[in-house]
């Protein structure tokens, strides 16, 4: 099976950083993926990362370190939009299933 | 637009009906993933069917099946309908290859089940 984790609801300011974590046991690892969901919308796509590093595109990054099962998504100059929840996603090839963590809820305050 | 399509977007029926859920994944994808998402859940790996075969299988229930059609079209069925069934289901498409980047996502249908 698969854990994970992360916060349940994180809060920023509007123009700050903010950094959402999110650790994973799994067997068969074959990448990780955030998304961004919006109340009652379909998920969209925002990273991927399947080696050790820093991927970034734009405001969002997103970081991998393998050996210990963690990753971050940071969201730069904040925007009001950009509150949203945010999921944690595990590819396992040796399932082929795409799991999801809880999500954490983002809300950006002015 | 992602091109998944989900159908119906809305549905509202009773307990003890079965329903049928469709997705017709993007064009060129092979493989289709069924989610569950309520209120307070994340989203909930139902099944995935790749090139109309079953591949793998999450925390489906019994009274749920699903399949995948030549044409790569897919059907979730559900039935005895229970409350607690009320939910966002959400198909999500993909190439199916190994390396695959991303997984693309539909709408959802809302089910109320009343």
């Known amino acids: 099976g698969q854990n994970i984790d992360q916060p349940t609801e994180m809060t920023a300011t509007e123009g700050a950083i903010v950094q959402i974590n999110c650790t994973y046991q799994t067997s068969g690892f074959n990448g990780l993926f955030w998304y961004q969901q919006h109340a009652g919308e379909a998920p969209t796509f925002l990273s991927y990362?399947?080696?050790?590093g820093l991927e970034e595109k734009g405001r969002f990054s997103s970081f991998l370190s393998r050996s210990k099962g963690y990753s971050y998504l940071l969201l730069k100059e904040l925007q009001m939009k950009d509150s949203a929840s945010y999921l944690c996603?595990?590819?396992?090839?040796?399932?082929?299933?795409?799991?999801f963590g809880k999500g954490t809820s983002l809300l950006v305050t002015p | 637009d992602s091109g998944v399509t989900q159908t119906p977007k809305h549905l509202i029926t009773a307990t003890g009906q079965r329903v049928t859920l469709r997705c017709s994944p993007r064009s060129g994808d092979l493989s289709v993933y069924w989610y569950q998402q309520s209120l307070d859940q994340g989203l909930q790996f139902l099944i995935q069917?790749?090139?109309?075969?079953?591949?793998a299988k999450g925390n489906i229930l019994e009274r749920f099946s699903a399949q995948q059609f030549p044409d790569l079209h897919s059907e979730l069925n559900l039935s005895s309908l229970e409350l607690g069934d009320s939910a966002l289901y959400f198909c999500?498409?993909?190439?199916?290859?190994?390396?695959?980047?991303?997984?693309?996502f539909g709408q959802g249908t809302r089910l109320t089940v009343v």
């Open positions: 069917y790749y090139n109309g075969e079953e591949r």
């Open positions: 996603a595990v590819f396992s090839n040796s399932g082929y299933a795409l799991n």
């Open positions: 999500a498409s993909c190439t199916g290859g190994l390396g695959d980047t991303e997984a693309f």
């Open positions: 990362n399947v080696l050790d």
